[in-house]
Antibody, heavy 120, light 110 residues
């Protein structure tokens, strides 16, 4: 069974940092692009970042550029999102999502999400 | 403001058919595959349609997708109360080099 399990969420002060992790199992991790997608309370889905299969190509939505860094460890089947200079508007549920073979492909399996709250 | 435009809500009676539209531009829908996602209350989104009109294993054929130019449409026939959910379209935007989603459409089965 394909599984994605996020961890690392929590309460952080504005301007602080947080590192999210996503442990993947049940599929060939190194053959799938991966994504982070977030959803603010009561709002819609927002693409955060994508990374290609070997980690050499990364993509970010404009509002996250320079503050968030996506990375992956194919030997550990783990996806990461390093978040810094956090703002109140970054408060959301962050989903780890398995993609197709390319970063521009569909997103076919979603984790349950981890909640990030940015507040003083 | 979402890059892709969806109606905020649609409704129909059980057993009826409903369509949900998704409007974009040449940098996204027109030149990339469209996916549709269903998000039941309190749960993570689930892939319903990928590559414009393909259904993942386990998705009933009551759900269908189509694309024409800069727009895409999700169709649901034989509506059931269990279909009440938020539905999102998504694709890649080649100009932004990022994924983009519609604002979501809340389906109510009356």
């Amino acid at each position: 069974e394909v599984q994605l399990v996020e961890s690392g969420g929590g309460l952080v002060q504005p301007g602080g940092s947080l590192r999210l992790s996503c442990s993947a199992s049940g599929f060939t991790f190194s053959s799938s692009a991966m994504h982070w997608v977030r959803q603010a309370p009561g709002k819609g889905l927002e693409h955060v970042s994508a990374i290609n299969i070997n980690g050499r190509n990364t993509y970010y939505t404009d509002s996250m550029k320079g503050r968030f860094t996506i990375s992956r460890d194919n030997s550990m089947n783990t996806l990461y999102l390093q978040m810094s200079s956090l703002r109140a508007e970054d408060t959301a549920v962050y989903y780890c999502v398995k993609g197709g073979p390319y970063s521009s492909s569909y997103m076919d399996v979603w984790g349950k999400g981890t909640t990030v709250t940015v507040s003083s | 403001q979402s890059v892709l435009t969806q109606p905020p809500s649609v409704s129909a009676a059980p057993g009826q058919k409903v369509t949900i539209s998704c409007s974009g531009s040449s940098s996204n829908i027109a030149n990339n595959y469209v996916s549709w996602y269903q998000q039941l209350p309190g749960t993570a989104p689930k892939l319903l349609i990928y590559e414009n009109n393909k259904r993942p294993s386990g998705i009933p054929d009551r759900f269908s997708g189509s694309k024409s130019g800069t727009s895409a449409t999700l169709g649901i026939t034989g509506l059931q109360t269990g279909d009440e959910a938020d539905y999102y379209c998504g694709t890649w935007d080649s100009s932004l080099s990022a994924g983009v989603f519609g604002g979501g459409t809340k389906l109510t089965v009356l």
